[in-house]
């Protein structure tokens, strides 16, 4: 079992980074995907990126290919989300997620274990 604690968020202007962090307790965080997933208002909840156990293995929703990157450091226990340009659109509260798997997920329902989430607000 693991316990996930998102981090970074905030109000930021369109067109500037921001780094989100999630933080895992507990052992073997090496043996778990991780993933990030979004949800903004009245919007259901949408895949953002994952990446696989040793960090070898990623992939991105189309809309944020090209700005965002995702990366993780085994010996921290964390996962991060580097996210460059952002947009309007961007706009939502983001969630870590974690499954005990090889390979890589991109679908919520095949992940056991969610952070609360961390909201991140562009503004035009």
């Known amino acids: 079992q693991v316990q996930l604690v998102e981090s970074g968020g905030g109000l930021v202007q369109a067109g500037v980074s921001l780094r989100l962090s999630c933080a895992a307790s507990?052992?073997?965080?090496?043996?778990?995907?991780m993933g990030w997933f979004r949800q903004a208002p009245g919007k259901e909840r949408e895949f953002v990126a994952t990446?696989?156990?040793?960090?070898?293995?990623?992939e991105y929703e189309d809309s944020v290919k090209g700005r965002f990157t995702i990366s993780r450091d085994n010996a921290k226990n964390t996962v991060y989300l580097q996210m460059n340009s952002l947009k309007p659109e961007d706009t939502a509260v983001y969630y870590c997620?974690?499954?005990?798997?090889?390979?890589?997920?991109?679908?919520?329902?095949?992940?056991?274990?969610w952070g609360q989430g961390t909201q991140v607000t562009i503004s035009s």
């Open positions: 997620a974690a499954e005990r798997a090889m390979g890589i997920r991109t679908r919520g329902e095949l992940y056991d274990y």
């Open positions: 507990g052992r073997s965080f090496g043996e778990y995907v």
């Open positions: 990446i696989s156990r040793s960090g070898g293995i990623t």
